[in-house]
Each structure stands twice: as structure tokens, then as C-alpha cells.
């Protein structure tokens, strides 16, 4: 008798890598909000040694995993995990940089989640990142992507951006980056593997208010396995302010459509939600149908890995 069950997976187990990271072959749907996703090398790194070894050979670096369709074959790059020190968050004002009502901490990692910092910075009455409440992200995912709602946005709150690329460890400050609307600027694989935040001396109270009327927004989205909103909201000649993808695709006719096991949610039609056993396919075939149906240029917001072309739609 062996201890794995009939038709499981083999998998090796976790190695250490010659500088010590964790090196284990990992389903990736466990590390994603919508639950899908193949196998992988997943790299969990704490030190810079460490990720840099990582980026010796081809490799991609997945957050808090609450953008991404992956492939039902999963990737055959390595998949950086921030983990350790690079998880932790030391929120101590920095004396030497902290002066009057402006607050700059010591080191947040990359791989810190983000609704607890924010959680945190409440309870300490700071403010400035209370606008990105309830974005299910990792620190370093939310800075590479500029997540924000309508309340604020992640470069509202930074002072200093550490990033590591294959060509060595830089920091940069916001001013450094051409950073805008979901987009940091900063280039794809390379790595923020800590940040210092900048705030201001607030109230715990008073921040939670604004927690919470930013919180309203998120009333009428889905609960469901998603990887939050499909598309950006475009800013065309017609809609120069921005317009709801949201609100296009619910035009389209295309809230409750089905394509396989994935749905285009009744609650709000920008997301895309796992009804159980959905594939990468099924969303795929989804996303394909919105850009075909909504008559308005779109850009996807979720992150295919592999990157691909939509396929045509199959069965939705
Ligand atoms: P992942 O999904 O793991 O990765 C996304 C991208 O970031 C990939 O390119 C990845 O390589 C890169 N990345 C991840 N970590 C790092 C790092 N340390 N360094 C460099 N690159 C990195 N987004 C919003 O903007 N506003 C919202 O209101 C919002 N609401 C959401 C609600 C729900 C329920 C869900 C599921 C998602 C929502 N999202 C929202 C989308 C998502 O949370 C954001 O896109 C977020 O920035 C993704 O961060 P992540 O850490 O999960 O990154
Ligand atoms: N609307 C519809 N039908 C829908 C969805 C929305 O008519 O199916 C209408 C709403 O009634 C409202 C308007 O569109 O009048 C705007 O909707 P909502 O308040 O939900 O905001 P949104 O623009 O669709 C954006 C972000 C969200 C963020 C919310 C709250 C984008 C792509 N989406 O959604 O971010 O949480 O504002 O601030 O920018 C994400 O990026 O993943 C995400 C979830």
C-alpha cells in the first residue's frame, strides 16, 4: 500500500533549492481567487538570494492570485512566491522620514495580504490606503497592478518601492514610475519585493468611516470564486471619464449567460464567477463572448497564463 490514492498525482516533494527556497510542484488554482488552474514549480522565496536564484530561468510571480485565469495545464515557469520576510510588515513611523501629521513606515513585503494591512492601518489610524478596501491582493501584486477603487488607489499610499529585476535590486519612488489607472508602470516580472508606505495621521474612527463608504461599492458584487472585474473600464472618445465595463456588458444582454461551468454574474456583469469545476476555457470562451457582444473596445483586466489570444467560444 502506498499512501496515495488511486489516480492522484505523483508529485516530488518540496526541495530546497541550492540557496535554501522551498521548490515544491503545486496545484496553482489553490493560489487562486477563482479556483483554477494546473500545476506548477512554485518558488517560495524570502530573501533576495533566494529570488534571484529563482530568476535564474524563466519564471512568473504570482500575488494573492485574485487576477488571474490559469490554464488547466498550469505553466511551465517557475512561479515566484513571496514568502518570510518578504511577508512581514513593520507599519513603525520612521523618525528620520515621519514629520508632522505625515507618516512614512519601515518595510512592508511584497507578499504581505492586503485587506489585513489595511485592517491594521485602521486600528493605527492612518490613512491614506483606506480606498482599497476589500481588494483581495498581496501588497506587491496591488503596487505591479495600481489596484484602486473609486476611494483611492495603492500609489495614494507609497513612498518607496523596492523592486528586483534580473539585473539587481532597485528602489524607486512614485515619481519615478508613469504609473495610472490599474497600471504601475512597472515592467512585467519584475519584482516588488517590499515597499515603505506614506500616510497620514488620522483617527482610527475616522478611517473606518471611509472603509466603510468605500465598502458600500462592493455591495452589488458577486461572493462567489471570481477573479474580481474581467475588463478595465474604458475611456474612449465617447466616454472620455471612463464608463462600467460593468455596465456595457449588463446592456449587452449578457448578465446569467453560462459558459460551462463559469457565469457572467447576475449580481454584476463584469465578473466572471466559478460555479464549481469551471476550466480556463469555460472563462475564456466567456470573455470572448463579451468582446464580440459589447460594441466598445475593451481591455482585460484578468491576466491569462499562459498569455493567449481569446479562443473562440466554444459552448457559451
Ligand atoms: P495576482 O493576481 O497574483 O497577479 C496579478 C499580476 O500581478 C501578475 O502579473 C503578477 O505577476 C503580478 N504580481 C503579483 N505579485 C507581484 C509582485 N510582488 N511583484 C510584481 N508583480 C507581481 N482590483 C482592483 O483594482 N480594485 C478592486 O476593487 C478589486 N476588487 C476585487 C474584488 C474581488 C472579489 C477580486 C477577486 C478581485 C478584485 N480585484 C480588484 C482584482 C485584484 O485583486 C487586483 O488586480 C490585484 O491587484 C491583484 O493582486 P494579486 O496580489 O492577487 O496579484
Ligand atoms: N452597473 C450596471 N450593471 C452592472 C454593473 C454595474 O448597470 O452589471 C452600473 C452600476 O449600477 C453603477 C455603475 O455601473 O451605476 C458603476 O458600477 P460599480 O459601482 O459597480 O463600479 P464599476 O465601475 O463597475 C469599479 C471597479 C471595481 C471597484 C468598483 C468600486 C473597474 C474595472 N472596476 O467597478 O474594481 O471595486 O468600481 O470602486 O475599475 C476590479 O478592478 O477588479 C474591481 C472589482
Known amino acids: 500500500m502506498t499512501g496515495a490514492s488511486a489516480g492522484a498525482p505523483v508529485r516530488?516533494?518540496?526541495?530546497?533549492?541550492?540557496?535554501?527556497?522551498?521548490?515544491?510542484?503545486?496545484?496553482?488554482?489553490?493560489?487562486?481567487?477563482?479556483?483554477?488552474?494546473?500545476?506548477?514549480?512554485?518558488?517560495?522565496?524570502?530573501t533576495h538570494e533566494q529570488l534571484a536564484e529563482a530568476m535564474e530561468q524563466p519564471y512568473r510571480v504570482l500575488g494573492g492570485g485574485s487576477n488571474l485565469v490559469i490554464a488547466d495545464e498550469g505553466v511551465p515557469e517557475r512561479v515566484i512566491r513571496l514568502s518570510g520576510p518578504f511577508a512581514e510588515r513593520d507599519l513603525e513611523p520612521d523618525p528620520a522620514l515621519s514629520a508632522g501629521d505625515g507618516v512614512v513606515t519601515g518595510w512592508?513585503?511584497?507578499?504581505?495580504?492586503?485587506?489585513?494591512?489595511?485592517?491594521?492601518?485602521?486600528?493605527?489610524?492612518?490613512?491614506?490606503?483606506e480606498g482599497t478596501v476589500g481588494i483581495p491582493a498581496q501588497v506587491g501584486g496591488?503596487?505591479?497592478?495600481?489596484?484602486?477603487?473609486?476611494?483611492?488607489?495603492?500609489?495614494?499610499?507609497?513612498?518607496?518601492?523596492?523592486i528586483a529585476t534580473p539585473a539587481g535590486v532597485r528602489q524607486v519612488t512614485p515619481d519615478d514610475l508613469n504609473w495610472g489607472y490599474?497600471?504601475?508602470?512597472?515592467?512585467?516580472?519584475?519584482?516588488?519585493?517590499?515597499?515603505?508606505?506614506?500616510?497620514?495621521r488620522s483617527t482610527p474612527e475616522a478611517v473606518l468611516e471611509r472603509m466603510e463608504h468605500a465598502d458600500v461599492a462592493r455591495k452589488g458584487q458577486p461572493k462567489m470564486k471570481t477573479p474580481g472585474c474581467?475588463?478595465?473600464?474604458?475611456?474612449?472618445p465617447e466616454f472620455p471619464d471612463g464608463v462600467s465595463a460593468g455596465r456595457l456588458i449588463d446592456q449587452a444582454g449578457l448578465k446569467g449567460t453560462r459558459g460551462g461551468h463559469?457565469?457572467?454574474?447576475?449580481?454584476?456583469?463584469?465578473?466572471?464567477?466559478?460555479?464549481g469545476g469551471a476550466t480556463a476555457a469555460?472563462?475564456?470562451?466567456?470573455?470572448?463572448?463579451i468582446r464580440e457582444r459589447v460594441g466598445v473596445a475593451m481591455e482585460l483586466e484578468y491576466e491569462l497564463w499562459p498569455e493567449q489570444a481569446l479562443s473562440a467560444p466554444e459552448r457559451a
Do not use: C
Not at 265 to 274: R, W
Open 12 to 46: 516530488p516533494p518540496a526541495a530546497l533549492s541550492r540557496t535554501g527556497a522551498r521548490v515544491e510542484r503545486q496545484p496553482l488554482a489553490r493560489f487562486t481567487t477563482l479556483g483554477v488552474g494546473g500545476e506548477a514549480e512554485v518558488w517560495f522565496v524570502g
Open 108 to 129: 512592508v513585503g511584497g507578499g504581505v495580504p492586503l485587506p489585513g494591512l489595511i485592517r491594521a492601518l485602521q486600528k493605527l489610524g492612518l490613512s491614506n490606503l
Open 142 to 162: 496591488a503596487v505591479w497592478m495600481n489596484a484602486g477603487t473609486r476611494y483611492g488607489e495603492m500609489f495614494d499610499g507609497l513612498h518607496t518601492i523596492e
Open 182 to 200: 490599474r497600471n504601475s508602470g512597472i515592467p512585467r516580472n519584475h519584482v516588488v519585493t517590499r515597499v515603505r508606505l506614506k500616510l497620514r
Open 230 to 236: 474581467a475588463f478595465k473600464n474604458p475611456r474612449t
Open 262 to 275: 463559469a457565469m457572467i454574474s447576475p449580481d454584476h456583469a463584469n465578473f466572471i464567477v466559478n460555479l
Open 282 to 289: 469555460d472563462v475564456h470562451a466567456l470573455l470572448h463572448l
